[in-house]
């Protein structure tokens, strides 16, 4: 796929959605990064469901510390693998509080040595929270960018490391949340919705359905 098409791929987007962001509820560096732990392998809807309960209650490193482990699973026991991401989330309130003030880190290295938090958390916090112009490659991305042929790729980091190189910089901030959205409600897995889609003359799929 050459530079242009890429680029209006992207000015699509953009003009249909201006100012996209994640679907997760939230209202501070903190909330998202529990958010973003809590919705691996969940959808953000079921994460939005529990985080209604739970921030009014704690959403500071501190207020969830004092809820303890047991204490934490009560709210977010809905929510698959809560076992371990309650342990996770009591690990990483310790650490920011005892390590960064109490307050989330705007840099990788601290984030990805935060308990249950991987690249693609970290990315998504870089971008959301501190607008740094990061690729956070999740199941729809990869889809997306390997279908339509923006930035094909074996592997989630061969598609960021593509996808950071060739999306203009204009798109870049806003890149990733575009891909989601358009990967979780027109591009979808089974059967992408191609006859709706408003890059479809763009996107070099070769099974394009009706």
Request: hydrophobic share 35%; glycine share 6%; proline share 5%.
């Amino acid at each position: 796929m050459n530079r242009e098409k890429r680029a209006e791929i992207f000015r699509r987007l953009r003009d249909a959605n201006p100012k996209p962001t994640t679907e997760l509820n939230y209202s501070s560096p903190f909330e998202l990064l529990i958010a973003v732990i809590l919705s691996a392998q969940a959808t953000d809807v079921g994460v939005n469901k529990a985080t209604a309960k739970l921030f009014p209650v704690a959403n500071t490193p501190k207020a969830i510390l004092d809820l303890g482990e047991d204490g934490l699973k009560e709210y977010i026991k809905t929510i698959g693998l809560y076992n371990s991401k309650a342990k996770n989330i009591i690990a990483t309130c310790r650490i920011l509080l005892e390590k960064h003030g109490g307050e989330v880190p705007d840099n990788r290295k601290d984030l990805e040595a935060l308990p249950g938090v991987g690249r693609k958390t970290a990315n998504v916090v870089l971008n959301t929270a501190f607008g740094q112009p990061t690729m956070a490659v999740d199941t729809h991305i990869f889809r997306v960018s390997n279908r339509t042929g923006i930035a094909p790729g074996k592997t989630v980091l061969e598609v960021e490391k593509k996808l950071l190189r060739h999306v203009p910089k204009e798109f870049l901030h806003d890149a990733h949340h575009w891909l989601i959205l358009h990967g979780r409600y027109t591009c979808i897995a089974r059967k992408p919705r191609c006859g709706s889609c408003l890059i479809e003359d763009l996107c070099e799929y070769r099974d394009k359905t009706g």
